[in-house]
């Protein structure tokens, strides 16, 4: 069984669908980070940087051992589960580095940036329009590169559906909601759409949205989440 600590945000909708297109058993551990949950020390003993998503593997393959297994960072937990499972990954060694680069890509590019835009655009106060500016331009260039790898493939990798196209996919996912409609990026649309389309990826992104996940509400919780510092705690 897995431990599956999670809230429903691009990041942890990456893991929330990679776990149901495996079809496997996972026990939800709910993480309020507008709450501070995320700053627990149960939790930060999975996840030291204090960021859901995580897991913990209760029966990991033998090879790592018997003890349960923690993993944190969505791009770790992706590789993880497709080698265990042996699935959305490719068998072939030059697929599988393709793979690693756009998931790669992914967690050094598109998610930072998108999630600066989304910083910006969503939440800060006052007038930031320099920043503003940078991070919707870079998310823009993204979406190019994005379009550019589109043009001669439905997938990302070797015309099949990978964990490559499950952690980009939520940040292209909120593109729209964020002020960029994606008629520069037809490809992308398209990906988009088709990948929307199939019903895991729909309970995926469905996983708790009844529990109102919106943004901190309170000025404690905008510090705790905006003016992070190493001295930050949780409740
Ligand atoms: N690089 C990390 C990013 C994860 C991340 O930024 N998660 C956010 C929610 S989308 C979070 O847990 N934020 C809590 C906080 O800022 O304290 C990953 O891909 O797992």
């Not at 998503?53 to 960072?73: K, M, Q």
């Not at 990954?89 to 690693?100: I, S, T, W």
């Not at 998310?139 to 490559?164: D, F, K, M, P, Q």
């Not at 980009?168 to 909601?177: F, T």
Request: charged share 25%.
């Amino acid at each position: 069984m897995i431990d599956f600590y999670y809230w429903p945000t691009p990041n942890g909708w990456k893991i929330s669908i990679l776990l149901e297109e495996l079809e496997t058993n996972y026990r939800l551990v709910p993480v309020d980070i507008n709450a501070g949950d995320q700053f627990c020390a149960k939790f930060l003993k999975i996840s030291p940087n204090n960021r859901m998503p995580a897991i913990v593997d209760a029966t990991p393959p033998a090879a790592y051992g018997e003890s349960p297994l923690p993993v944190f960072e969505s791009g770790a937990i992706a590789r993880y589960l497709a080698h265990k499972h042996e699935s959305f990954m490719p068998a072939e060694p030059r697929l599988q580095k393709e793979v690693d680069e756009w998931l790669f890509w992914q967690i050094g590019n598109l998610g930072p940036m998108g999630g600066q835009m989304s910083h910006f655009v969503n939440y800060a106060r006052g007038d930031h329009a320099y920043a503003e500016q940078r991070y919707r331009n870079e998310y823009h260039r993204c979406l190019g590169v994005l379009e550019r790898r589109l043009t001669s493939r439905n997938y990302l990798v070797g015309e099949r559906y990978t964990i490559a196209d499950i952690v980009n996919w939520p940040w292209v996912l909120i593109a729209k909601a964020m002020g960029q409609p994606l008629d520069d990026f037809p490809r992308v649309a398209d990906w988009r759409q088709r990948i929307k389309e199939r019903p895991a990826v729909q309970r995926g992104v469905d996983l708790g949205k009844e529990w109102q996940p919106n943004a901190p509400k309170t000025e404690t919780a905008r510090r705790r989440l905006f003016h992070q510092t190493a001295g930050t705690t949780g409740h």
